[in-house]
């Protein structure tokens, strides 16, 4: 299987740049150690997913593009289809679990989508329906090459700000922010460990890294953490991104994550939603490698009661 | 009276930059209208005051730098100058209201700087005793030309960033900031708007302006806003470039200040304490001028509870 490359990456960025901020990286003072936060929660929709979701729109041929796209996901990438979607004024179906938070439905409806609600099992089939009834080109949220080109410029804006980081914490789901980073940070600096962190409760990645093959969790399994937009594994493209160029997953626990969530409101005055806290509650909790720590905040579409909780300490 | 220039502020830049985070514009598809936010709650004390903190520490010549500063603060600037002398391996002194919030005085603490709390109108002149006591130099948190050139690197990236901007919206407290943003601003930019935010409990600038001259009120009545940080009234110097330079001040009650922190967080993802919350408050309730429009989001050190119930819609 042919991995993406730093090229793609490159060749991304000004795609990427159309429709999505260049968010800075944040020193931590309050933090112990050198921490600096990517705040990929201050994107127009929320989260890192309009970077794929520009990059994979931009570089459809025009005739497929203007019969519009569709796709499947837990929220945010359906947001940033629909904001690129908007944007070059094509149409958009997201196919949604329907146990998907009301904040990330609501948002895409904002942005002039049409929302399919099914059972979580079924969206990926659904939503190729969609695509061969309509016509429509399909977008998949992760497993799609251009997708995972440009969640890759989180990791090459990384480095071009902090060009002797030492390690790079990513969040892992379906793994298309975590192989575009990886391949970005690795190319650059061989050096820097990049380290996914997965919740205890859908840890499917951390086991198929360990058993060198891909391990797929029940879906009725991986509901249970509140890491929402983490529920879904990889898929074989980025599963063999992964096994080449991440350094290591670690998991944190439900708790852990809450808190987190409080500290990144309270210290840092970013919010993230649960997905988004992953990489601070590892560092917390003290399971990374340490030196020059960068951990990506992928998204802040945080239910606005957990939210809240979370700041009270009451999580 | 002298006002300050933009050759002043050009100047401060690279001073600025070597301290405080490159902030960007934020979209807001959410909000109605042309809405960018200039998220300075990002800073690493959580406000835009490290920007002249640290061009007037800077600027101080090598030997009285060394013999270290004192301010007097109701916590964003105290924290600022704390944060800017450790970084310059020198002594800080704060003078701070006793009611300050405790999360701002905890952080000035934490970047190693002595507080010393006063009762709200005494601590200008307690400042200026520890000075003379101890041979510091007094770098006060707005009247002074360093602090305000500072401050308007805040101006001159929104301009950089956005061209063509209409209207900028800068909460008015002691007016560096204001001061600083509208110099910056219209001299790039004439046709702009540059508009000043208070609260309705706390409006002594905007009625200084009516009336062509300062009006100072008391610090009793000034005390009852939750926009803590804008509770203090313009110097000579700073209403000196607010007369020449403001295009105007609006006002906004209590409550809007309160639902305009749940919608930065819910929405925006970003946490804003009151006083960062005035802009957005402002624009929500239709008071200012219109077209494509920058709020500055000045800080976000609010204290977890207001905040919590802010996200909440408790307040």
Same mark, same amino acid.
């Given at each position: 299987m042919e991995l993406i490359s730093t090229a793609d990456i490159d060749a991304a960025a000004p795609r990427v740049? &159309?429709? %999505?901020? $260049?968010?800075p990286l944040l020193p931590c003072p309050w933090a112990e150690g050198e921490l600096w936060l990517k705040p &990929?929660? +201050?994107?127009?929709?929320?989260? /890192?997913?309009? $970077?794929? #979701?520009?990059?994979?729109l931009a570089l459809l041929p025009e005739e %497929? $593009?203007?019969?519009?796209?569709?796709?499947?996901?837990?929220?945010?990438?359906?947001?940033? +289809?629909?904001y690129a979607a908007r944007a070059h004024g094509v149409g958009c179906v997201v196919v949604c679990p329907e146990n998907?938070? &009301?904040?990330?439905?609501a948002a895409m409806r904002s942005f002039d989508a049409e929302v399919v609600p099914v059972p979580p099992a079924e969206r990926a089939r659904r939503a190729a329906e969609i695509a061969a009834e309509r016509g429509m080109a399909s977008v998949p949220p992760f497993d799609h090459r251009d997708v995972i080109a440009g969640q890759g410029t989180v990791g090459a804006e990384i480095v071009a700000d902090l060009p002797d980081v030492d390690t790079v914490l990513v969040p892992v789901g379906g793994g298309g922010l975590a192989a575009g980073v990886a391949t970005a940070v690795k190319a650059r600096r061989p050096g820097a460990a990049v380290i996914g962190v997965e919740p205890e409760l859908a840890a499917d990645a951390a086991e198929s890294l360990a058993k060198g093959r891909l391990v797929a969790w029940p879906t009725e399994q991986t509901q249970r953490t509140?890491?929402?937009?983490? $529920?879904?594994?990889?898929? %074989? +493209?980025? /599963? %063999?991104h992964l096994r080449e160029r991440l350094d290591g997953i670690v998991t944190v626990g439900e708790e &852990?994550? #809450?808190?987190?969530m409080g500290v990144l409101a309270r210290a840092a005055r970013v919010v993230a939603e649960?997905?988004?806290? +992953?990489?601070t509650a590892a560092y917390l909790a003290g399971r990374t490698p340490g030196?020059?720590?960068?951990?990506?905040?992928?998204g802040g579409n945080a239910a606005p009661d957990l939210l809240a909780r979370a700041i009270a300490g009451e999580v």
């Open positions: 740049a &159309e429709l %999505a901020v $260049r968010t &990929e929660n +201050l994107q127009p929709v929320g989260a /890192f997913k309009v $970077r794929g #979701a520009a990059n994979a %497929a $593009r203007r019969a519009g796209v569709v796709t499947h996901s837990s929220g945010n990438h359906g947001q940033a +289809l629909a998907a938070p &009301e904040v990330k439905v509140i890491a929402d937009g983490v $529920r879904v594994g990889p898929s %074989a +493209l980025t /599963f %063999a &852990e994550i #809450a808190a987190a649960p997905s988004g806290a +992953l990489t030196g020059r720590t960068v951990a990506v905040v992928s």
